[in-house]
């Protein structure tokens, strides 16, 4: 069975500050993982996935995240938050097929 | 190209009623996939749908079903609505289930059962 921990369910980041994001799964294969965003009162969007190709993935709006098999880790990162980033966000992994596991979220807050 | 269009956006439901969802898919894609998602438990699975079939299914009672159509479009079906059952209603389509492909998600169905 997989599943998905994301450590802090809230964290604040002043704007222009790194924006560090945790993720840790458990998978009895090698994973595909994803990160996606939701803004409020509206489905979820692709950031990034991780299917093997590179340990290093870029996605849009300048985030990216790190594939470490050794801590079983994807963690999301962004140089320098800004306002618009405000959402939750979701990582998920998947076995290869289309069902996806989420963990429970974390809410990224930018203050000014 | 159209995203993934749910409908209705909104629906206020009384215990014991029961409810259809609809999901319409990104043209092309053939697998439909349904979550659940609230405060309490997050987003959870609750089926998946290829070529009219279900291919895998989460751990919910048997109240929740579902079907897809020919055209790939996707219902689900809630019967003896609780008050649990308020959620968002969240349909991904992906080209097919064994193509890890992105999965794109509809705006959901916001259910309050009262």
């Known amino acids: 069975a997989q599943s998905v921990t994301q450590l802090g369910s809230h964290v604040s980041v002043s704007e222009g500050a790194l924006v560090l994001l945790r993720c840790n799964y458990s998978?009895?294969?090698?994973?595909?993982l994803f990160w996606y965003v939701q803004y409020p009162n509206q489905g979820l969007q692709l950031l990034l996935k991780y299917t093997s190709a590179a340990t290093l993935v870029k996605g849009i709006n300048g985030f990216e995240a790190e594939f470490k098999k050794s801590e079983t880790s994807f963690h999301l990162t962004k140089p320098s938050a800004h306002m618009s980033d405000a959402a939750e966000y979701f990582c998920a992994v998947s076995d290869g097929y289309s069902t996806l596991t989420f963990g429970k979220g974390t809410m990224l807050l930018v203050s000014p | 190209k159209a995203g993934v269009t749910q409908t209705p956006r909104y629906l206020i439901k009384t215990r014991g009623q029961q409810v259809t969802l609809s999901c319409s898919p990104i043209s092309g894609h053939r697998s439909v996939s349904w979550y659940q998602q609230t405060p309490g438990q997050g987003l959870q699975f609750l089926f998946e749908?290829?070529?009219?079939?279900?291919?895998n299914k989460g751990n919910f009672p048997g109240r929740f079903s579902g079907r897809q159509f020919s055209n790939s479009r996707s219902e689900m079906n809630v019967s003896t609505l609780e008050l649990g059952d308020s959620a968002l209603y969240l349909c991904?389509?992906?080209?097919?289930?064994?193509?890890?492909?992105?999965?794109?998600f509809g705006q959901g169905t916001r259910l309050t059962v009262v």
């Open positions: 998978s009895s294969v090698p994973p595909y």
């Open positions: 749908y290829f070529s009219e079939t279900q291919r």
């Open positions: 991904a389509s992906t080209l097919g289930p064994t193509q890890n492909t992105e999965a794109f």
